[in-house]
């Protein structure tokens, strides 16, 4: 049974910090790329950052980049959002997402059931 857990949210300051862990079972987890989303009260749901499947590369959100690093454990079947300097529009319930696509182009696209951030002083 595919799981995806996050943990780790809670009320911040603002400038304060965060770090988000999502571990992972049922799948073999060093196959898949994993990414960060969030979703804020009447806003869609939007991509945060995402981590290739060997941990080489990362790519963020505009809004989040230079304050946020995400990265993984490949050996504890988990990935982290580590978040700085938060700001009040960082709130939002935040996701934890596994993809990968085989060689016959099938997605394969997991996700956790979200945590919430809240940044308010």
């Known amino acids: 049974q595919v799981q995806l857990v996050e943990s780790g949210g809670g009320l911040v300051q603002p400038g304060g910090s965060l770090r988000l862990s999502c571990a992972a079972s049922?799948?073999?987890?060093?196959?898949?790329?994993l990414s960060w989303y969030r979703q804020a009260p009447g806003k869609e749901r939007g991509l945060v950052a995402t981590?290739?499947?060997?941990?080489?590369?990362?790519n963020y959100a505009d809004s989040v980049k230079g304050r946020f690093t995400i990265s993984r454990d490949n050996a504890k079947n988990t990935v982290y959002l580590q978040m700085n300097n938060l700001k009040a529009e960082d709130t939002a319930v935040y996701y934890c997402?596994?993809?990968?696509?085989?060689?016959?182009?099938?997605?394969?696209?997991?996700w956790g059931q979200g945590t919430q951030v809240t940044v308010s002083s």
């Open positions: 997402n596994a993809a990968r696509t085989d060689w016959w182009g099938r997605r394969f696209d997991y």
């Open positions: 049922g799948f073999t987890f060093r196959e898949y790329a």
């Open positions: 981590i290739t499947s060997t941990g080489g590369s990362a």
